[in-house]
């Protein structure tokens, strides 16, 4: 399978805890976009990379919350102290160089996480 | 700001009969217009996208999707629905401008029953 992948693709810790999720996007995907989703609603937008380049960032990344490329291949995603409100599904996805008409934003499955 | 709204929680169609999924938007400027399908425990699924062009767009499964421009809307549409096709669906949009991100509707539950 040559779409997204996210890992771990569920995730349970403590409160206070610090956690990372990994996404590696469809090759040659120069583009790769985090977003949250809870339950009952629809994705919200994090954070978008274009290659290492971390060109987006919404306000819901707050300074628990980074985001990293180092290569412009994989991303991941790190939440420090976590708190229960973090409990959700993190989702990536990532979209091909700018071409016209070529917008998409391809998802991976998603890490889901619970915050006890 | 951008927003999406999609006035229905739940829609209920009949085997065999036309659907559709209402799907609102507002945005400065030019609309990128998406709807994804997503299932229990799934990430998303892209269904279909209007950029510019033909207000009628077909994409995967069936679906299809008009554009509305002075109605400032894109609601989903398939002729005849099959049990399978029940799902979440959401709508999103961008702008045409260089912000990425998306913004998502709450989403519609679809529901074919058999």
């Known amino acids: 399978d040559t779409g997204v992948s996210q890992n771990p693709r569920h995730k349970i810790t403590k409160r206070g805890q610090n956690v990372t999720f990994r996404c590696d996007p469809i090759?040659?995907?120069?583009?790769l976009y985090w977003y949250r989703q809870t339950l009952g609603q629809g994705p919200e937008f994090l954070t978008y990379?274009?290659?290492?380049?971390?060109?987006?960032k919404s306000r819901l990344l707050s300074d628990r919350f980074s985001a990293e490329r180092p290569k412009g291949s994989f991303s991941t995603l790190e939440i420090q102290r976590t708190e229960q409100g973090d409990s959700a599904m993190y989702l990536c996805?990532?979209?091909?160089?700018?071409?016209?008409?070529?917008?998409?934003?391809?998802f991976g499955p998603g890490t889901r996480l619970l915050v006890l | 700001a951008q927003s999406v709204a999609q006035p229905e929680d739940q829609v209920n169609v009949a085997e065999g009969n036309p659907l559709t999924v209402k799907c609102t938007y507002s945005?400065?400027?030019?609309?990128?217009l998406f709807w994804y399908v997503q299932y229990p425990n799934r990430g998303l699924q892209f269904l279909l996208k209007?950029?510019?062009?033909?207000?009628l767009v077909k994409g995967s499964y069936g679906f299809e999707a008009e554009f509305n421009k002075s109605q400032t809307s894109f609601h989903l549409k398939k002729p005849s629905a099959l049990v399978s096709d029940s799902a979440l669906y959401f709508c999103?949009?961008?702008?045409?401008?260089?912000?990425?991100?998306?913004?998502f509707g709450s989403g519609t539950r679809l529901q074919v029953q058999p």
């Open positions: 999103a949009v961008r702008d045409s401008t260089g912000r990425r991100a998306l913004t």
């Open positions: 996805a990532s979209s091909p160089p700018i071409v016209v008409r070529q917008e998409t934003q391809y």
């Open positions: 090759s040659e995907h120069n583009r």
């Open positions: 945005v400065s400027g030019n609309p990128y």
């Open positions: 990379f274009q290659n290492e380049a971390q060109l987006e």
């Open positions: 209007y950029i510019t062009g033909d207000n």
